[in-house]
């Protein structure tokens, strides 16, 4: 299953639209560890398929990726989703956890299992725990389902009890699956026993935070988060020294991803619906130019297309100004953001042939003066430089022939840039920088605010300013902080070094009850309350379940 090459199986788990009443749950017998294999592939496709296009739809409404149609009205909180968004995050989280059903059901109490099958199940329990703690956090109580059965009187499981649930499947994984990431089922790339501890870590403290407020589970927090910390070595887990290896493709398996998704760089096309699909490739939320830009209002992005999704809205997912400015100048900020293109910017599409139903591309440059309005992460892309503009056509004739990429000239070398999405990058869930992180809140939360939970949130803070983590720095936060200050500190942190991430920002403003402050954050005067928290369930689940209202 090298790089989930299998993840087009997804379409082996065909069902009716409806999560909690699909008619073909079942899926054949699995008999030996080869078939098993091929059944977490199919859980794991529906995992990148969701966090591939919607794990950002929440936090649209956050500073930091927020969703903005070019129309008159702007997502400013959960109701106004139903103007472009569908039930899709109700509806691919209940697959996912419908497909590790499917497997766990055939398994449950068997105490005769192999070790292979024992490390292929506790990934199953662990994709199931992450389902659940999405739905969780976006919809607040909702139904546990860990069967096969049909049920259309589902009522809605408390809060507390999801998160119960959450935690059974977290400790069941962390006892089946493997130690180290080399020895892992997929090495350095399946989730191990520090990955289910450390998604621990993050449950015990969002349970910590709003809506459950339960103050213990900020010390279960720190003492799992640094049990993760001090067998770091033996899981195998480390931060990387340079913030942009991260993203650049210098070390796909490093060793700061706790759990993550994996693609081939190999290109295979699903069609649907006039629509192409490449599911093996992975994609973080692209920001800044969409590919339906008008050429009269953003000259600086030529992009003309033909036959387009009349229900299609042009928009723009760009972190707020706010956001940006309050984010501190670093050597980390200069690799998650491109906000000034100089003048002779050269932005350009190549001819796509993958998509001859749906779009008619031209190639076309324009010169621009400056532009400082608008800003978008370039983290997630690949940067490649050029001397000519000719010579950089001519790479993107070659390299990549379906996405529109940009050009501007770097200020300090003179040269073309060449940004685009890297489509081979993995998608990072978790890192070890959240563990970090998540320690010296928690810690501090708990009442053990000490030297310990500053040196932690400080390793982040120095490579932040690209200087050694290990020693101390003029960047480090100075001792004599009060618990308050110290935990707010933490929670600054995480937005700038998690934004636009599948677990960043949104989920954060959540459990610290900051959603009545993302006017101000965002820049805006449109009023949120407790009521904006959490997005409702879905009509179409109510008039089938009535137990859902």
Not at 453 to 460: K, L, R
Request: charged content about 20%.
């Amino acid at each position: 299953m090298k790089y989930f090459k299998y993840i087009f199986l997804i379409l082996i788990f065909t069902g009716c639209k409806k999560i909690l009443h699909e008619e073909d749950l079942q899926i054949s017998q699995i008999k030996s560890t080869n078939e098993m294999n091929v059944a977490i592939s199919g859980v794991y496709a529906r995992l990148a398929q969701y966090i591939n296009n919607w794990y950002s739809t929440p936090q649209y409404l956050a500073d930091d990726l927020p969703y903005i149609p070019y129309i008159d009205t702007t997502v400013y909180k959960y109701s106004d989703f139903s103007l472009w968004f569908t039930d899709d995050n109700w509806q691919k989280l209940y697959k996912i956890i419908s497909s590790a059903n499917n497997i766990i059901c055939q398994f449950n109490n068997n105490q005769s299992l192999s070790n292979e099958m024992k490390v292929c199940l506790g990934e199953v329990y662990l994709v199931r725990a992450y389902g659940y703690f999405r739905l969780v956090r976006i919809f607040g109580a909702v139904p546990v389902v860990d069967n096969v059965e049909i049920n259309y009187t589902l009522p809605r499981s408390s809060v507390k009890e999801v998160y119960a649930f959450i935690e059974s499947d977290l400790l069941k994984a962390a006892g089946y699956l493997p130690v180290n990431r080399a020895f892992a089922r997929v090495p350095y790339q399946s989730p191990t026993r520090g990955s289910a501890k450390a998604m621990l870590a993050e449950v015990y403290l969002t349970m910590g935070g709003y809506p459950l407020l339960d103050n213990s589970k900020y010390l279960q927090a720190a003492q799992i988060a640094k049990e993760v910390m001090d067998s770091a070595l033996i899981f195998g887990f480390n931060i990387l020294p340079d913030y942009a290896n991260l993203w650049d493709g210098t070390d796909m398996l490093n060793s700061e991803s706790l759990f993550g998704l994996f693609f081939s760089t190999q290109k295979l096309t699903i069609i649907r619906h006039n629509y192409t699909y490449h599911e093996q490739w992975g994609t973080y939320q692209y920001t800044g130019f969409t590919d339906n830009f008008s050429p009269e209002k953003f000259n600086d992005f030529i992009y003309y297309s033909a036959n387009i999704d009349p229900s299609y809205v042009p928009s723009q997912i760009i972190p707020k100004k706010v956001f940006f400015n309050n984010f501190p100048k670093s050597y980390r900020k200069d690799v998650t953001f491109q906000n000034v293109f100089s003048k002779n910017t050269f932005a350009l599409v190549i001819d796509s042939t993958s998509f001859p139903s749906h779009y008619t591309c031209k190639i076309k440059y324009s010169e621009i003066n400056t532009w400082d309005n608008e800003i978008f992460y370039k983290k997630f892309g690949l940067v490649k430089k050029f001397d000519t503009v000719s010579t950089a056509i001519e790479y993107g004739k070659a390299w990549h022939t379906t996405y529109g990429y940009e050009l501007d000239a770097d200020s300090t070398s003179k040269q073309l840039r060449f940004v685009t999405r890297n489509l081979g990058q993995p998608i990072y869930i978790y890192r070890y920088a959240h563990t970090l992180l998540t320690y010296a809140e928690a810690k501090t939360r708990s009442g053990q605010l000490d030297a310990s939970a500053y040196e932690s949130v400080n390793m982040i803070r120095r490579r932040a300013n690209k200087v050694d983590i290990n020693s101390p720095s003029k960047y480090d936060l100075q001792p004599g902080l009060s618990a308050q200050q110290f935990a707010d500190s933490v929670v600054w942190e995480r937005a700038w070094e998690f934004c636009a991430e599948p677990e960043g920002r949104w989920y954060d403003l959540l459990r610290c009850e900051m959603i009545e402050q993302l006017p101000k954050l965002r820049g805006d005067y449109h009023e949120m309350t407790k009521s904006d928290y959490f997005d409702a369930i879905p009509n179409s689940e109510k008039i089938l379940d009535p137990n859902l209202k």
